[in-house]
């Protein structure tokens, strides 16, 4: 039906993701000039095919923007047949609203650099004043986590308590709690700096469990997960962190490793992805078929 092609930030997943589709894989090649200026080349002809471009934009965001425009237009101008995008993790999605004066809507102009895609697949955006990604993205769909999440949690944790940093989290965090049916807790947060945040007190239990599982879409510098923390262990005897997306940014993931169990999935490949996303790709994929 398609060709796969490996981007620079999700080669091994992409190849993973192949082999499950039972199509064909071909590599990216991707060269840097001493200016930084990118140039991408394929490594067979895309006339009449239908791409399926899997990329993660971490690190280096704006190069991997840059990549992704560089090859969608190259494909089209040799006639290919469709541009699908599967992104893995996709940024500029929390600038939703214009917070300061003059200031940009990084999400919306963005979403607008990808019209050229017939369709792309999102893993689980950060949605926050938009509740549906379609709002000014409608060439898009999201592929859900829920499911490889609560089968993590299932095969490795007994009694513990889900727990939701902040309110965009119960997005997250409720429909894990539904599939395992048990309760979950959602904590408020405060950002007082992009680093520093502060989050509500909860009442402190006499019998806790073992394990406070925080479940967030992003983990950045892990300042979230950290105050979610302090609050978790008036729950539990231990804490883990799950965050979809690991980005790990200023040494988080050694942070987070003194104080519980981290675990992410591999949208962004890290010591801590430990829940692997080939199936719900390849599930994407074959929905297109
Ligand atoms: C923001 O609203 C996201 O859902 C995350 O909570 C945030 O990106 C985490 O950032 P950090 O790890 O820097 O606290």
């Known amino acids: 039906m398609g060709v796969i092609i490996g981007c620079s930030g999700a080669k091994n997943l992409a190849k993973a993701v192949a082999k499950k589709s039972k199509l064909s894989?071909?590599?990216?090649?991707?060269?840097?000039?001493?200016?930084?200026?990118?140039?991408?080349?394929?490594k067979s002809s895309v006339k009449g095919k239908t791409i399926i471009f899997i990329q993660s934009y971490f690190p280096a965001v704006n190069d991997k923007l840059?990549?992704?425009?560089?090859v969608a237009h190259t494909a089209k101008e040799l006639k290919s047949k469709k541009l699908i995008l599967m992104a893995l993790y996709f940024p500029y999605l929390r600038e939703d609203k214009r917070f300061e004066k003059h200031e940009s809507i990084s999400a919306k102009i963005i979403a607008k650099f990808h019209k050229i895609f017939d369709k792309v697949f999102i893993v689980e955006p950060h949605l926050h004043r938009f509740k549906r990604l379609r709002a000014f993205f409608p060439n898009t769909e999201k592929i859900s986590t829920t499911k490889e999440i609560s089968a993590y949690i299932k095969k490795n944790f007994k009694d513990f308590v889900l727990i939701g940093p902040?309110?965009?989290?119960?997005?997250?965090?409720?429909?894990?709690?539904?599939?395992?049916?048990?309760?979950?807790?959602i904590l408020k947060k405060k950002r007082l700096t992009p680093e520093k945040v502060k989050i509500s007190n909860i009442k402190a239990e006499k019998k806790k469990v073992k394990?406070?599982?925080?479940?967030?879409?992003?983990?950045?510098?892990?300042?979230?997960?950290?105050?979610?923390?302090?609050?978790a262990k008036k729950l539990a005897k231990q804490v883990c962190f799950i965050g979809i997306h690991g980005i790990f940014a200023k040494n988080a993931l050694n942070k987070l490793k003194k104080i519980g169990i981290?675990?992410?999935?591999?949208?962004?490949?890290?010591?801590?992805?430990?829940?692997?996303?080939?199936?719900?790709?390849?599930?994407?994929?074959?929905?297109?078929?």
């Open 166 to 185: 902040d309110q965009e989290s119960a997005q997250w965090v409720e429909p894990i709690a539904d599939i395992l049916k048990t309760k979950s807790i």
């Open 66 to 70: 840059t990549e992704m425009l560089l």
């Open 211 to 231: 394990t406070a599982i925080i479940i967030d879409d992003i983990i950045s510098t892990g300042g979230t997960m950290l105050e979610a923390a302090k609050e």
């Open 25 to 42: 894989y071909s590599d990216l090649i991707v060269e840097k000039f001493p200016d930084g200026e990118l140039k991408v080349r394929f």
């Open 262 to 289: 981290v675990v992410s999935t591999n949208s962004i490949p890290s010591a801590a992805s430990k829940i692997d996303l080939s199936d719900a790709v390849a599930a994407a994929i074959k929905k297109l078929k």
